[in-house]
């Protein structure tokens, strides 16, 4: 995948199908240790497998399919940067995928648009409660789905409305914080 938010969309879509109602993504910066952090965690079931197995390519949980490439093509992606990719267990109760990598590497995959990932996921699963975090040297600013439901005066999640304000409140965040794409 050329872009970092399409792993992170395939991490989420990997958590929707296991049945969650929450999904945070966090995305950090930190220029002085030269270091990109990106976390998709969860409040599903967790690991059935050790990690080793999770990260197999030839390893899936999807029937019908032999091999399941997501977690080691994002593995990939981040060794290519000189990072990382760990599996562990989520604050929110399930699965916490960590990738690290080198924030100016040569290699280094761009972020990609995720306000749009974000935004097209919170549209198509109005159920879930998607959290995003962005943090640049210390600075940060959160958007949450419930957040901005509550701001639209909505009792439920309205997809196309709260995907919109996702979305610009991403965007507005990326901005303001100077976010690397």
Same mark, same amino acid.
């Not at 901005?148 to 990326?174: D, P, Q, T």
């Given at each position: 995948?050329?872009?970092?938010?399409?792993?992170?969309?395939? =991490?989420?879509?990997?958590?929707?199908?296991? &049945?969650?109602? +929450? *999904?945070? !993504? /966090?995305?950090?910066?930190? $220029?002085?240790?030269?270091?990109?952090?990106?976390?998709?965690?969860?409040?599903?079931?967790?690991?059935?497998?050790?990690?080793?197995?999770?990260?197999?390519?030839?390893?899936?949980?999807?029937?019908?399919?032999?091999?399941?490439?997501?977690?080691?093509?994002?593995?990939?992606?981040?060794?290519?940067?000189?990072?990382? =990719?760990?599996?562990?267990?989520?604050?929110? &109760?399930?699965? +916490? *995928?960590? !990738? /690290?990598?080198?924030?100016? $590497?040569?290699?280094?995959?761009?972020?990609?648009?995720?306000?749009?990932?974000?935004?097209?996921?919170?549209?198509?699963?109005?159920?879930?409660?998607?959290?995003?975090?962005?943090?640049?040297?210390?600075?940060?600013?959160?958007?949450?789905?419930?957040?901005?439901?509550?701001?639209?005066?909505?009792?439920?999640?309205?997809?196309?409305?709260?995907?919109?304000?996702?979305?610009?409140?991403?965007?507005?965040?990326?901005?303001?914080?100077?976010?690397?794409?």
């Amino acid at each position: 995948m050329r872009e970092l938010s399409l792993h992170i969309l395939d =991490l989420i879509e990997n958590s929707i199908r296991a &049945g969650v109602s +929450v *999904v945070s !993504v /966090t995305v950090e910066e930190d $220029h002085a240790e030269d270091l990109l952090k990106i976390s998709v965690e969860d409040n599903g079931r967790g690991l059935q497998v050790s990690p080793n197995v999770a990260v197999n390519p030839f390893y899936t949980t999807k029937s019908g399919k032999r091999v399941g490439l997501g977690l080691s093509l994002f593995r990939a992606a981040a060794e290519r940067a000189n990072g990382s =990719l760990t599996l562990g267990k989520s604050p929110l &109760g399930g699965l +916490v *995928v960590t !990738v /690290t990598m080198r924030l100016s $590497h040569i290699d280094r995959s761009p972020l990609g648009d995720l306000a749009a990932t974000l935004a097209s996921v919170a549209c198509t699963n109005p159920d879930i409660d998607i959290r995003c975090k962005l943090k640049v040297d210390g600075r940060e600013s959160a958007v949450s789905v419930s957040e901005v439901a509550r701001k639209l005066n909505f009792n439920e999640f309205r997809g196309l409305a709260v995907a919109r304000l996702i979305s610009e409140e991403i965007k507005n965040a990326m901005v303001t914080l100077a976010v690397s794409v």
